[in-house]
C-alpha cells in the first residue's frame, strides 16, 4: 500500500518527521542521556534510514500481503523478528522501556506493558496506520540500541552502518544508495518552502 507525503507540502511531511526522529534520539537512550552531539547523531541515523527503507513514503513493504506478518512495516520497514527481539530487549531493561513509553504515548499514565498489551499482531496492525510514525520509529530506534557499536558521525560511515546493522548483507540496499537517499530528502528538508 503506498502512502504519499500527507495531504500537504512534502517539506512539511519531511520536517515532521525529522523532528520525531530528533526527540526519539533524545529521549530513547540506554543508561546515560546521549550529548547533543551524539543525539544529533542518532537522528541523522534514524532519518538516513526511513529514507532508505521507504522514502517516506509507504507504512507496508511492497511485496508481501498487506494484510500479512512477514517483511517491513512502518516508514523505517521493521521486520517482526526485530520487533519481538526489541520488546525482549525492552522488557530486561525497565529504564529504557519506561523512557521508550513516555515518547511513544506522550502520558504518563500509559502502561509500561504495553507491549504485552497490543502483541505482536497488534503492534504490527499500528505500524501500518498512515501517520502513525511514532511506534516504527521507536522500533528502529531500540534495533540501533541493541547493537553495541557507536552510531559513527560521517555520513558515508552511518551508511555503512545502517547496512551492517540494519539492512545486513541480505538486504537489497547499497552503502551509495543509502547516501543518495538521505542527501534527497536531506536536500528537501533543508530546502526554503516555496
Request: glycine share 8%; aromatic share 12%; charged share 25%.
Amino acid at each position: 500500500m503506498d502512502v504519499s507525503f500527507d495531504t500537504g507540502n512534502p517539506q512539511d511531511h519531511l520536517r515532521r518527521v525529522w523532528r520525531l526522529c530528533c526527540g526519539c534520539a533524545e529521549a530513547i537512550y540506554g543508561t546515560v542521556p546521549p550529548s547533543p552531539a551524539y543525539a544529533l547523531r542518532t537522528a541523522r541515523l534514524l532519518f538516513m534510514t526511513g529514507a532508505q527503507e521507504s522514502g517516506f513514503a509507504w507504512e507496508r513493504q511492497r511485496t508481501p500481503r498487506w494484510e500479512g506478518n512477514t517483511g517491513g512495516f512502518s516508514k523505517w520497514q521493521v521486520e517482526p523478528g526485530s520487533i519481538q527481539d526489541s520488546v525482549a530487549w525492552l522488557q530486561r531493561r525497565p529504564g529504557v522501556l519506561e523512557r521508550a513509553t513516555r515518547w511513544l504515548f506522550d502520558d504518563p499514565r500509559a502502561s509500561l506493558d504495553w507491549p504485552g498489551l497490543m502483541g505482536l499482531d497488534g503492534i504490527l496492525w499500528a505500524m501500518r496506520l498512515d501517520d502513525n510514525d511514532k511506534i516504527g520509529l521507536l522500533f528502529a530506534r531500540v534495533h540501533y540500541l541493541r547493537v553495541p557499536a557507536p552510531i559513527p558521525d560521517a555520513d558515508e560511515d552511518q551508511a555503512a552502518y545502517y547496512k551492517q546493522f540494519y539492512n545486513t548483507e541480505l538486504g537489497a540496499a547499497t552503502v551509495s544508495g543509502t547516501l543518495d537517499s538521505f542527501r534527497r530528502f536531506r536536500g528537501m528538508l533543508a530546502a526554503p518552502k516555496p
